[in-house]
Each structure stands twice: as C-alpha cells, then as structure tokens.
C-alpha cells in the first residue's frame, strides 16, 4: 500500500544541476529515515544519500558529497535530492526509499519501501 514516486530526472549537461523529489504516500512515515541509491548500467545499486526523520545526521556517499544535498518536507512526506557539478558517472536510475529504522542506514537491505526509480543521465 505504501507508494514511493521519484520524479525530476531528465538529461542534462555536464557541470549542470538537478532537483529530484520522491513522494510518499500510503503510510505513516513519522520516525523514518529516507535515502537515496543510484544504479547505473550494469552495475549493482548503490548507497547515494540518507537522512534521520529530524535532517540530523545526514550521511553521503564520497563520490557525491560537497555536489549532492538531501532534504525533506516531512508534512508532505517528500524528499529531495538537490544535484549540482553533475558528472558523466553520476548517469544512473536513482531511487528514494523509506527506513522505519529512525537512524538512517547506508545498506540495501534495510530498507522497507522503495521507489520505481527515474532516470538521469549527464552528457560530457
């Protein structure tokens, strides 16, 4: 019943920015930590980005932190990842998920809701 739906993807230059969302519906997610992963082309999904139910702690993967930034509106139940000085190996599906764990986790698995996913790919 729980439903997650990524949206803003699109293509985009090199060196340019991006605003993704993901909407939560379906469910209560007071206390929950939500994330972001990433998965490109053959390769296996990864740990992008994730944040508690307050923002604090926010942790980020190093090949995105100083670029990437996560917030949250937790009375609309979305989350954002803001983009910029995007680079050609940042092209992947990228995907929200919801952890009712409050502390967030950087693993797949510990992850009860997930996102389709929407597709972003930068150009050289």
């Known amino acids: 019943q729980v439903q997650l739906v990524e949206s803003g993807g699109g293509l985009v230059q090199a060196g340019g920015s991006l605003r993704l969302s993901c909407a939560a519906s379906?469910?209560?997610?007071?206390?929950?930590?939500m994330g972001w992963f990433r998965q490109a082309p053959g390769k296996e999904r990864e740990f992008v980005t994730a944040?508690?139910?307050?923002?604090?702690?926010?942790y980020y993967a190093d090949s995105v932190k100083g670029r990437f930034t996560i917030a949250r509106d937790n009375s609309k139940n979305t989350i954002f990842l803001q983009m910029n000085s995007l680079k050609p190996e940042d092209t992947a599906v990228y995907f929200c998920?919801?952890?009712?764990?409050?502390?967030?986790?950087?693993?797949?698995?510990?992850?009860?809701?997930w996102g389709q996913g929407t597709q972003v790919t930068v150009s050289s």
């Open positions: 944040a508690s139910w307050t923002g604090v702690p926010t």
């Open positions: 998920a919801a952890d009712r764990r409050v502390v967030p986790s950087l693993k797949l698995a510990d992850y009860d809701y």
């Open positions: 379906g469910g209560t997610f007071d206390n929950d930590a």
